[in-house]
């Protein structure tokens, strides 16, 4: 089991920015995958950037340039740094650890972005 816990989210301005984090704890694996997803009102729920333990990253196109996702190994923690944020950048962001080998999938329960224009 993994447990996951986001926090930093909120309400901000546009062009503002936020720092989201995510901590993991239980049994952690090496090679894991861990990402951040978003969910808007109406919307399927989408990635945002993802980090394998390696330190290589993925991103929307989206939110590319603006966006870092960046990972603490020791301390088994995920960020995800927004800057000039947009109004169409609210959501629910949702953190996620994968371990493939291990058929191992879990998520976060969600922290809320609002941006206003």
């Known amino acids: 089991q993994v447990q996951l816990v986001e926090s930093g989210g909120g309400l901000v301005q546009a062009g503002g920015s936020l720092r989201l984090s995510c901590a993991a704890s239980g049994s952690i694996a090496n090679n894991n995958v861990m990402g951040w997803y978003r969910q808007a009102p109406g919307k399927q729920r989408e990635l945002v950037a993802t980090?394998?333990?390696?330190?290589?990253?993925n991103y929307a196109d989206s939110v590319k340039g603006r966006f870092a996702i960046s990972k603490d190994n020791g301390k088994n923690t995920v960020y995800l740094q927004m800057n000039s944020l947009k109004p169409e950048d609210t959501a629910v962001y949702y953190c996620r650890y994968t371990w493939i080998p291990g058929g191992m999938d879990y998520w976060g329960k969600g922290t809320l972005v609002t941006v206003s224009s």
């Open positions: 980090i394998t333990t390696g330190r290589s990253t």
